[in-house]
């Protein structure tokens, strides 16, 4: 059942866009004639006729269109009729096109705010992380840093956490020898190894049989991450040198020594680089009896465990008052889909690979557990998110796309006249075709990733 609520909640948000279209055109005297549920590939399921305009349901059912006499070749409608859709001035054109976009906004905040009204409270986005429970073998140096189970994690080295998402790749990235150091940290301990052994140079092998002596106070890399990793709105890539796997064996030599007798292998600066493979200290700042602590530094272990069981809970924000209700749905809508408008960027930049987009079965899928766990609220929030999403991918000027039908209207604006319609014609079916592309690979990643569960 919170399967079926989800589609309907998609297939709620396809018709909001195309009653956008159709409500704006029939308001500028657009004839309308088809009214599409779905893609016109494969078989129609379904079609009847409501007033002049045929009602279709589609078997393809990820998008809907709305259909003018000017889509059709044989209409017989005259040339200059002023209930063509390209009869009409550019300014309301460009408001037909729109409007989809404009109803999916509008959806989208109708949405959040039934929400603020029937919960009165909407979700912050931020968690409260605890450790409820200390797992580690009593060797692990969580023991030694003060942590107490109940601790409310407020910072891991200095970043603000606030989901587990950004524990946790914290973390993972301080993992014991996880073979990437920065270049800053390798000089330092380069610069403290020569100090102690003023007689070898950097790239020079170590005659065998020498004995090195080893700094102390080792440099090491401490793991941060921007407010949009940690949100996770982009992957966390830590940069720096790779350390060859060729000097594990060193690492191996190196831990927890003073002294390293050289087996006529290794350079000074390998040294300093296995030096500084080692350990990734994790510093956290919890809250405790009211109480800000900083504890001492934990070492995660090569698989980046530090050995404790994570628990959250989500703080949610009061909507009892009208206006309450007004603003906290605005700074919700807001916040979501400036963070989703940045991970969009980060798709067309690389930064997210293509495999990890996904698209309506997946969020079916996702959708319909939130509402099992969390119930129906939490279906109608993401509903709402996905209407933003409909809205920002829709005005991308893309051929094919409302945004694109947008930039020729444009053109045609400042040109004075419109584009030749089978240049039009031949750009947009191009772009469509990619577009069908694209949705089919999407929904072959949507599949592999419930497979993989």
Same mark, same amino acid.
């Given at each position: 059942?919170?399967?079926?609520?989800?589609?309907?909640?998609?297939?709620?948000?396809?018709?909001?866009?195309?009653?956008?279209?159709?409500?704006?055109? $029939?308001? +500028?005297?657009? $004839?309308?004639?088809?009214?599409?549920?779905?893609?016109?590939?494969?078989?129609?399921?379904?079609? *009847?006729?409501?007033?002049?305009?045929?009602?279709?349901?589609?078997?393809?059912?990820?998008?809907?269109?709305?259909?003018?006499?000017?889509?059709?070749?044989?209409?017989?409608?005259?040339?200059?009729?002023?209930?063509?859709?390209?009869?009409?001035?550019? %300014?309301?054109?460009?408001?037909?096109?729109?409007?989809?976009?404009?109803?999916?906004?509008?959806?989208?905040?109708?949405?959040?705010?039934?929400?603020?009204?029937?919960?009165?409270? =909407?979700?912050?986005?931020?968690?409260?992380?605890?450790?409820?429970?200390?797992?580690?073998?009593?060797?692990?140096?969580?023991?030694?840093?003060?942590?107490?189970?109940?601790?409310?994690?407020?910072?891991?080295?200095?970043?603000?956490?606030?989901?587990?998402?950004?524990?946790?790749?914290?973390? #993972?990235?301080?993992?014991?020898?996880?073979?990437?150091?920065?270049? #800053?940290?390798?000089?330092?301990?380069?610069?403290?190894?020569?100090?102690?052994?003023?007689? =070898?140079?950097?790239?020079?092998?170590?005659?065998?049989?020498?004995?090195?002596?080893?700094?102390?106070?080792?440099?090491?890399?401490?793991? *941060?991450?921007?407010?949009?990793?940690?949100?996770? /709105?982009?992957?966390?890539?830590?940069?720096?040198?790779?350390?060859?796997?060729?000097?594990?064996?060193?690492?191996?030599?190196?831990?927890? #020594?003073?002294?390293?007798?050289?087996?006529?292998?290794?350079?000074?600066?390998?040294?300093?680089?296995?030096?500084?493979?080692?350990?990734?200290?994790?510093?956290?700042?919890?809250?405790?009896?009211?109480?800000?602590?900083?504890?001492?530094?934990?070492?995660?272990?090569?698989?980046?465990?530090?050995?404790?069981?994570?628990?959250?809970?989500?703080?949610?924000?009061?909507?009892?008052?009208?206006?309450?209700?007004?603003?906290?749905?605005?700074?919700?809508? %807001?916040?979501?889909?400036?963070?989703?408008?940045?991970?969009?960027?980060?798709?067309?930049?690389?930064?997210?690979?293509?495999?990890?987009?996904?698209?309506?079965?997946?969020?079916?899928?996702?959708?319909?557990?939130?509402?099992?766990?969390?119930?129906?609220?939490?279906?109608?929030?993401?509903? /709402?998110?996905?209407?933003?999403?409909?809205?920002?991918?829709?005005?991308?000027?893309?051929?094919?796309?409302?945004?694109?039908?947008?930039?020729?209207?444009?053109?045609?604006?400042?040109?004075? $006249?419109?584009?030749?319609?089978?240049?039009?014609?031949?750009?947009?079916?191009? +772009?469509?075709?990619?577009?069908?592309? =694209?949705?089919? +690979?999407?929904?072959?990643?949507?599949?592999?990733?419930?497979?993989?569960?």
């Amino acid at each position: 059942m919170s399967i079926i609520i989800m589609i309907l909640l998609l297939s709620l948000l396809i018709l909001v866009h195309e009653a956008g279209h159709f409500l704006a055109a $029939r308001a +500028f005297g657009v $004839r309308v004639d088809k009214f599409g549920f779905g893609l016109p590939i494969g078989p129609t399921l379904y079609k *009847t006729k409501v007033g002049n305009v045929e009602v279709l349901v589609h078997a393809f059912l990820l998008g809907g269109y709305v259909s003018f006499p000017d889509d059709e070749k044989d209409c017989d409608l005259p040339k200059d009729s002023p209930e063509r859709f390209v009869n009409k001035p550019v %300014w309301q054109r460009a408001i037909v096109v729109t409007a989809g976009v404009i109803a999916n906004v509008i959806c989208a905040v109708a949405l959040v705010m039934l929400v603020a009204i029937v919960s009165h409270k =909407l979700p912050s986005g931020d968690y409260e992380i605890y450790a409820s429970e200390i797992s580690a073998p009593k060797t692990a140096s969580i023991w030694q840093s003060g942590l107490k189970e109940g601790d409310r994690i407020l910072k891991a080295n200095g970043c603000e956490i606030n989901n587990a998402y950004s524990l946790i790749t914290i973390v #993972k990235n301080s993992a014991k020898s996880n073979g990437i150091v920065s270049e #800053k940290t390798v000089n330092e301990n380069y610069e403290k190894l020569k100090d102690l052994n003023p007689g =070898l140079s950097k790239d020079e092998i170590i005659p065998e049989g020498i004995a090195i002596r080893l700094p102390e106070d080792i440099s090491a890399d401490v793991i *941060t991450m921007d407010k949009y990793a940690l949100k996770g /709105a982009k992957y966390f890539k830590k940069e720096g040198i790779t350390v060859d796997k060729s000097l594990n064996e060193l690492k191996k030599m190196l831990d927890n #020594k003073n002294v390293y007798t050289s087996d006529g292998k290794y350079t000074m600066y390998d040294v300093a680089k296995a030096l500084s493979d080692n350990i990734h200290p994790i510093t956290l700042t919890v809250l405790r009896d009211g109480d800000t602590i900083e504890l001492k530094p934990i070492y995660p272990d090569s698989d980046g465990v530090i050995g404790i069981v994570i628990g959250s809970k989500q703080t949610m924000i009061e909507t009892r008052t009208p206006v309450a209700v007004v603003k906290e749905s605005c700074v919700y809508l %807001w916040d979501n889909t400036y963070m989703m408008m940045y991970s969009l960027g980060q798709l067309f930049t690389g930064n997210i690979p293509l495999k990890d987009m996904h698209g309506v079965v997946a969020i079916t899928k996702i959708g319909g557990d939130m509402i099992e766990k969390s119930g129906k609220s939490s279906g109608i929030l993401l509903a /709402a998110l996905i209407s933003m999403n409909l809205a920002i991918l829709n005005i991308l000027p893309i051929p094919a796309l409302d945004g694109g039908h947008l930039m020729f209207l444009i053109i045609e604006k400042i040109m004075g $006249r419109p584009l030749d319609e089978k240049i039009i014609e031949i750009i947009s079916s191009i +772009f469509f075709s990619l577009l069908i592309i =694209l949705m089919i +690979f999407v929904v072959f990643n949507d599949i592999t990733l419930l497979i993989r569960k």
